[in-house]
């Protein structure tokens, strides 16, 4: 399976430029079983990161374009009347795929964000009380743009505990921007990667992951961070016991992608930053990262 996994790896290459730490950070959640929420402006390949990843997984992708006018049912699905049988008929929404692409999730609005809510959760859809499972593996990757805020409506608390992590893919190097252009000659999209990949094997990587030793002092260092959060003076609300078992599913991921059955505190360290600040409410002006990093410096390591 191994070899599996640097095959994505080199297939998302192909379409994603000198991104290799946000591409790892995108299977980390993938195979921990969470979801990914991007920050970060247009135009630095958001959609083209979860389409070639769609692609290299051989799973079926959606896409929603979140604006206030998008209603609940358009992200789940609604009964429709069918005149020729008599009955409604479901129509399933983007919901109902393998990998998820929610651009801009802040343009919803409240009551459609918490339409994701319970698909992201608990992997189904309940709708005029028939309980309807998505497909398994099941991946969201969220967007949201930030700098512009006019218009939106920012994530609640709730909402950004379903996450097991947030990136940013960033602007590229002068190098990089070069060989974007220079690989403009033959371009490589997303339909021309093959898949290298099923499902049923990503669900089986999934299940390895989580046979990852993680020793107990490994897991007390993880508490300990977590805990700290939530006694900062500059925290008004810090890491939900939610947002424990993400980090700790996160840091088996990341030794599985170190072809280890290990965790080590330094796994620990390279994801706390992506895991915990977004979980994290700053008090008095400050911002949740350099908190986080602060912690680091601060919680013993064993």
């Known amino acids: 399976m191994r070899d599996r996994i640097d095959q994505i790896v080199q297939n998302l290459n192909k379409t994603i430029v000198g991104k290799e730490d946000p591409i790892r ?3 980390v959640a993938l195979l921990s079983g969470g979801h990914v ?6 135009g630095v390949g958001k959609t083209l990161l ?3 990843l769609a692609r290299c997984i051989d799973g079926r992708f959606q896409r929603i374009q ?4 998008l209603l609940p049912s358009d992200v789940t699905g609604t009964n429709i009347w069918n005149p020729s049988s008599g009955t409604f008929q479901f129509m399933p ?4 795929a393998n990998v998820l692409l929610t651009d801009e999730i802040n343009r919803a609005t409240p009551r459609t964000q918490s339409a994701l809510l319970e698909v992201m959760e608990e992997h189904q859809v309940t709708l005029d009380g028939v309980t309807r499972a998505v497909p398994d593996p099941f991946f969201v990757i969220a967007t949201q743009n930030p700098v512009e805020y006019q218009g939106t409506f920012p994530l609640p608390e709730a909402q950004m505990d379903r996450f097991a992590l947030s990136l940013s893919l960033g602007y590229p190097s002068t190098d990089e921007e070069r060989k974007m252009l220079h690989n403009l000659v033959q371009p490589v999209k997303p339909a021309d990667l093959q898949p290298c990949i099923t499902l049923d094997e990503v669900h089986s990587l999934q ?5 990852a030793q993680v020793e107990d002092s490994v897991q007390r260092y993880m508490v300990a961070l977590v805990r700290a959060t939530r006694d900062h003076e500059d925290v008004a609300l810090g890491v939900s016991p939610r947002g424990t078992v993400a980090l700790y599913r996160a840091a088996q991921a990341l030794a599985f992608l170190e072809d280890r059955n290990y965790v080590l505190p330094d796994d620990v360290k390279a994801l706390a930053a992506s895991v915990l600040a977004i979980r994290v409410i700053a008090s008095g002006g400050h911002k949740s990262v350099p908190i986080i990093t602060q912690l680091l410096d601060t919680v013993p390591v064993p």
């Not at 929404?93 to 109902?96: E, R």
């Open 25 to 27: 950070l995108v299977l």
């Open 37 to 42: 929420l991007l920050e970060d402006v247009p």
């Open 50 to 52: 979860a389409k070639s």
């Open 66 to 69: 979140c604006t206030p006018d």
């Open 93 to 96: 929404g983007p919901v109902f």
């Open 207 to 211: 299940k390895q992951c989580r046979q």
